[in-house]
């Protein structure tokens, strides 16, 4: 198990140092992130000349680089050249993420709550009504788009009925509805998957000589059945939690959250360098850290894989 670590933590670095060369490249391909404010709010050449210097962009490409890996390592992420002028990027993320991370956490809890059991369901009661009504709502959540979800349910609960609020973060109830949006599919992939599992691990030849045995139905679906099936099952898990990352960005621009993924989009429009560059490493050093933890389950659900390992 050490050495896969040590294996897995080069390759994690390999992989970020890319990322960051990646994004830090392509935003300055992107032009002058002071053009915008030129043209709206009649910036003079001298004044964007002062504000190139001062946030280094006149420097040859390769040096900003260097700065900024530089910069990087010591735990300075710069600051916000546009977006929020002159506030440190950390600050404006973390801000940002409490906010995402409260969308999050409600919905992969709410995914696994729910889809988990559905899945179960539909496994040991196929052919039944009540596994079939588990798996049509299954195939109905994972159709529709998460942004479709969410217009949906704006104009029914807030515009027509006036039950929930469609806009912000100030109370609870804001996080109602994208918490609802953001957990329909995750429930919907999880539920599938799990049966899918479910259905295989339960045509084996250990669980027809457990029901031999006269062990009851419980302990054959529970404690034979389930545990083996989870192993194909928390990769979904891991996928599934990264898909909200990629979700909250879509659902907080639709809800007007100012989170994670409302930041992101801000500073993507508004060319700003470092919020970009830093908000994109955020993502990569979250996605790494999910697939590292899904592969460390394996060896927990599986010894055969620790072994290996």
Known sequence: MGGFLIRRGLKTLLTLLV???VV???TRLSGNPFEMEYQEEGLTPEMMQQLEEYYGLNEPVWKQYLIYLRELAQGNAGKSVTT????????VYWQAIKMTGKLIV???FLGILFGVPLGIIGAVK????IGEAAMAFAFIGYAFPDFVIAIGLILIFSYNLGWLP???DATPAHLVMPVITLSIRRMAAISRFTRSSMLDVMSQDYIRTARGKGLTERIVTYKHALRNSLIPVVTIFGAQ?????AGSIVIETVFSRPGFGYTLIAAVTAKDYPLVQFGVLI????VITINLIVDILYGVIDPRIRTEA
């Not at 993502?283 to 979250?286: D, E, Q």
């Open 19 to 21: 990322v960051v060369t």
């Open 24 to 26: 830090f490249l392509l």
């Open 84 to 91: 929020y002028a002159g506030k440190p990027v950390t600050t």
């Open 106 to 108: 409600w919905c992969f």
């Open 126 to 129: 196929r052919n039944t009504a």
């Open 166 to 168: 469609s806009m912000g």
């Open 241 to 245: 939690l990264s898909g909200l990352i």
């Open 283 to 286: 993502v990569a050093v979250v």
